[in-house]
């Protein structure tokens, strides 16, 4: 008898160790060329539960427990490795760094069918063929003879003879011979015909690869592909610093494509499902069949097969994905490019491990030695700062591909508007003139609302009830076609009343904009228009991001409505207007990051104007155009940005200068709750000094029927980790082993965005 360390797929800190016979022992080294990792094991939890597990090693070193306490492994489940030692040592990182209990990566990590017991289950279709004694000529007439008194079964049989291939599916068959399923089944059962089970994969092809299809790069475009090369050759990581439309796509493709060159593989992250759906066209295109799609969107056998690609002797070369596809096994990693790499969408934030995507595509790449690509229009500060620092390389594109203007942005001041009633609902009349003549002049128009729903607060005219959720801190969105009020946390919802519940007002108005309600006055105001919406309201099905991003590139819908899914890199080439309908609620937001993420959505939101022919316009409606940020939006001034930025970020210890830990408490009762946190700050304090905020109230002080409470911790560049997070553990530990505060929930959130 040997023993096994194993990770089970629960929020455990500590790996399990359970007894292993000397024959599956014997098996799990073989298997992993000595090592004894990465094999999946069923393995007894608690009184009745099983799990499949991942091995860590095999060894004989006994657990100091009795021996009826000392469980034994129930199975091996698999005759290969799941898991490559890389990914071993990016779980390994990402439990450390985040803090977060490694069973908790491990099932963010794993899809679903590699953490059940039974099995992945490779998708297989029933095939035909003959039987030998009717394979040859001669017994192909025999056969037939014998079927004279069945016509039926004589014709279907019969065009199955007709029929070429190596594998006829029955499916084939059935259409070819216009027959039923019955009919096919007495050849069978009869003998003239046998089945047999053929494996086919449940994610497309793309073809045959075309890189003769790979565009030339102009003048601009061939010196940052230079620049790129060049800036590798001392750095790991480089910064590419393109405007909206100056073709960093084509410089990605020409890298791709010189990287499987090579022999080697890429991964490519995008922020966003949605993005997928255009840039999967245009490396289809390109890469064909050598080309993987992985996000979340992609059922659980479709990721577990993806995996098991990735394992195989013959796995995909490029992969583009969200940000999960970090987890991907990788045999030949050589580049890792991530697209829009300021995207807060990479970050994960519910639930554990509270990964961001970015950094942990980074770190991946440099345990196999890959190098790695940020490409964006509007660096993070972080990024950018590692950049001028000379942690990142550095290049930039700054002009428009085909020296194509950047957009003409007029500002417009809707409180003054307001002031004077020249407003139309949320449009200015800048705004109304300039789709008025896109649509007449047969463009589209793009408009941003980030903010879904039709309103977002229903209240009484009366005594000013206002709908709040019954789980959450958090009034509920009004949803008009759903006739509901939903909860945009945890989603409760309930049906509109017909009165005031408060006072028995029948007259409920609604407050605010949400994309819902902008969509129907566009329908109001334009009658002639194809109006689309794109939010997560009308996202939530499979293939409607594709319907949608395909029906406006088509130009099938002449108007788009959207969140800020709408500002994460789509190309469209007929835009001329781009309306953000209220720049505000992005400036106002209670935030350190407010002016970087409002600066980064309105900069991406207006390169989606004017990409191809003439010079796009957008209007930016706001209450504060004498704001810097606007200024510096306008003019595309990212430097004056980054600068005031800067300066800002010094001066209240913030990124990226300072590493920031969010810790956050969650309980059921509210004293419970505030008098933990005031323990853990007083705890906190001891070690860490005034580097401890808080406790204090996030804005969404219970969510979920959890009351909250949020420290935050300001660390220094280059503080001591391992210590760090020692004294972290050490406190939360010290809190949670106090009765009374058992219950409460604790957890922490790393470099937060």
């Known amino acids: 008898m040997r023993y096994v360390d194993v990770i089970l797929p629960l929020p455990l800190n500590d790996s399990y160790t359970y007894a292993v016979s000397d024959a599956v022992a014997a098996q799990v080294l073989t298997l992993t060329g000595g090592s004894g990792m990465g094999m999946r094991l069923l393995v007894p939890f608690g009184k009745t539960k099983t799990y499949c597990a991942i091995s860590l090693r095999v060894h004989d070193d006994k657990p100091d427990l009795c021996d009826d306490k000392i469980r034994e492994v129930l199975s091996l489940l698999d005759t290969a490795p799941v898991l490559l030692p890389e990914q071993m040592r990016l779980w390994r990182w990402m439990a450390f760094y985040y803090m977060s209990p490694l069973g908790d990566v491990m099932n963010a990590a794993l899809p679903a069918g590699l953490k059940a017991e039974t099995g992945y289950r490779p998708k297989t279709e029933t095939c035909l063929r003959l039987p030998e004694k009717f394979s040859t000529p001669e017994g192909r007439n025999i056969a037939l003879e014998l079927l004279r008194r069945m016509p039926r079964q004589q014709q279907v049989f019969s065009v199955f003879l007709t029929m070429s291939g190596a594998d006829i599916t029955r499916e084939a068959l059935l259409n070819e011979s216009h027959s039923t399923s019955a009919i096919v089944k007495h050849l069978v059962d009869g003998g003239f015909l046998q089945t047999y089970e053929r494996e086919v994969g449940r994610v497309n092809t793309g073809g045959e690869s075309h890189p003769e299809r790979i565009q030339p790069l102009s003048q601009e475009q061939l010196k940052a592909f230079d620049g790129i090369r060049k800036g590798w050759e001392a750095h790991a990581v480089v910064l590419l610093h393109g405007v909206t439309s100056s073709g960093k796509t084509e410089i990605y493709i020409h890298l791709i494509e010189e990287t499987i060159r090579r022999g080697q593989q890429v991964l490519y992250l995008l922020p966003e499902i949605a993005l997928t759906v255009q840039m999967t066209q245009r490396l289809q295109r390109v890469f064909g069949s050598r080309l993987g799609i992985y996000h979340s969107r992609y059922s659980d056998s479709e990721r577990t097969e993806m995996w098991q690609r990735q394992l195989s002797n013959h796995p995909y070369d490029v992969i583009l994905g969200a940000r999960s596809a970090v987890f991907l096994p990788f045999r030949r990693l050589g580049l890792v490019i991530i697209d829009e790499e300021h995207e807060t969408s990479f970050k994960q934030q519910d639930p554990a491990p509270r990964y961001h995507a970015r950094s942990a595509a980074i770190v991946l790449a440099q345990m196999y030695g890959a190098k790695t690509l940020l490409g964006t229009a509007t660096p993070s500060l972080e990024s950018y700062y590692n950049a001028q620092t000379g942690k990142y390389g550095l290049v930039t594109l700054t002009h428009r591909f085909k020296d194509i203007q950047l957009p003409e942005i007029d500002v417009v001041d809707i409180k ?338």
């Open 416 to 753: 003054d508007l307001r002031h004077r009633r020249m407003m139309t609902g949320p449009f200015s009349p800048r705004l109304l003139a300039a789709m008025r003549a896109a649509l007449a002049a047969g463009k589209q128009v793009i408009l941003f609302q980030n903010r879904r729903g039709f309103a977002p607060v229903l209240s009484c005219s009366v005594c000013g009830w206002t709908p709040k959720c019954q789980n959450c801190d958090v009034s509920l969105t009004y949803h008009k076609r759903l006739n509901l009020l939903t909860c945009h946390y945890c989603g409760f919802t309930m049906p509109v009343p017909s009165a005031c519940p408060n006072c028995g007002n029948p007259h409920l108005s609604d407050r605010g904009f949400g994309t819902e309600k902008i969509e129907d006055l566009v329908r109001a105001t334009f009658p002639e228009a194809r109006v689309a919406r794109m939010d997560l309201d009308t996202t939530r099905t499979r293939g409607a991001y594709e319907r949608l991003i395909g029906d406006f590139g088509r130009g099938k819908t002449n108007v788009l409505i959207g969140t800020q899914m709408i500002s994460k890199g789509l190309d469209f080439d007929n835009v001329a207007v781009v309306g953000i309908l209220d720049a505000d609620a992005m400036l106002n937001y209670p935030d350190f990051r407010a002016y970087e993420h409002a600066f980064m959505m309105m900069s991406q939101v207006a390169g989606r104007a004017g990409r191809k022919g003439q010079r796009g316009l957008v209007i930016l409606q706001t209450k504060s155009p004498q704001l810097p940020v606007i200024s510096q939006v306008v003019h595309n001034d990212y430097m004056a940005f980054y600068r005031d930025q800067l300066v800002e970020r010094g001066m209240f210890h913030y990124p990226p200068f300072f590493h920031l830990v969010y810790i956050f408490l969650r309980h059921k009762t509210e004293g419970v709750v505030e008098m933990a946190a005031q323990e853990m700050g007083a705890a906190l304090r001891h070690v860490f000094a005034d580097r401890v905020l808080g406790p204090d109230k996030p804005a969404v002080a219970r969510v979920k029927t959890l009351f909250i409470r949020k420290i935050v911790l300001k660390l220094e560049l280059g503080i001591d980790q391992k210590k760090t997070r020692h004294a972290l553990y050490k406190v939360r530990d010290g809190i949670l082993s106090q009765p009374c505060y058992r219950s409460v929930q604790v957890f922490f959130d790393i470099d937060p965005v």
